[in-house]
């Protein structure tokens, strides 16, 4: 007799199946996940999900585009699992696709905005609107990247080394306190203070979308 199970059941059924892993590290998560066991995406999902919205949260927040730009995030990274060649960790490789994905947010709004600003006509209004890929999009993408690693570099050092070990390099704060010989609750004051500057500098540079092409 054929047993018929729900999405949801079928949900759990995975979840469960993953945590079986959970003492993996993603490098070894990764490499099953390459050979065949894509159930276990979800693991890496739950492990890293709090800490992305926090990141994206920093640059956006609408909450409900949060969630948008969240799965665009998870469904880059899987697409592109393939292309992570482990010289840099994992978090530190998804960060920056998370991060790509609120800009990209953040550029799409303002380009929508403008075209209300100057009352375009309503057929490019929808074209804009369109989730659809675009030619364009490598190149927005590519153009993000840089924008960011600018950013990061022309924070002081003081703030640059507190955002590449907490957001970058996944430290916890006592760890970076630690490192770099300073309070937790600095490193606190550091980091907020780091992405605040980070998200006036990308902002101010998506006001102006023709210096992304």
Do not use: C
Not at 4 to 28: H, P, T, V
Not at 34 to 63: A, C, M, P, W
Not at 108 to 135: A, G
């Amino acid at each position: 007799m054929l047993q018929f199970i729900s999405e949801q059941q079928a949900e759990q059924n995975g979840l469960k199946r993953a945590r079986q892993y959970k003492d993996l590290s993603d490098r070894q998560i990764i490499y099953k996940i390459l050979r065949g066991d894509t159930f276990l995406f979800k693991l890496l999902v739950q492990r890293h999900n709090d800490r992305l919205f926090r990141i994206q949260r920093s640059y956006i927040s609408d909450e409900d585009a949060i969630k948008d730009t969240l799965q665009q995030t998870y469904m880059k990274a899987y697409e592109n699992l393939d292309s992570w060649r482990g010289n840099a960790q994992f978090s530190t490789w998804i960060t920056r696709i998370a991060i790509n994905e609120a800009l990209k947010y953040i550029n799409k709004q303002k380009r929508y905005s403008d075209l209300h600003d100057f009352n375009l006509n309503s057929d490019e209004e929808i074209r804009l609107e369109s989730t659809e890929q675009t030619p364009d999009d490598d190149i927005i993408q590519q153009n993000l990247q840089k924008l960011l690693g600018q950013a990061i570099d022309e924070l002081s050092a003081t703030y640059r080394k507190v955002y590449i070990k907490r957001e970058m390099e996944q430290m916890s704060t006592q760890r970076t306190a630690e490192k770099l010989g300073i309070s937790p609750s600095n490193v606190k004051v550091r980091l907020h203070r780091a992405r605040k500057q980070l998200r006036q500098t990308l902002q101010q540079q998506v006001k102006f979308p023709g210096i992304l092409y």
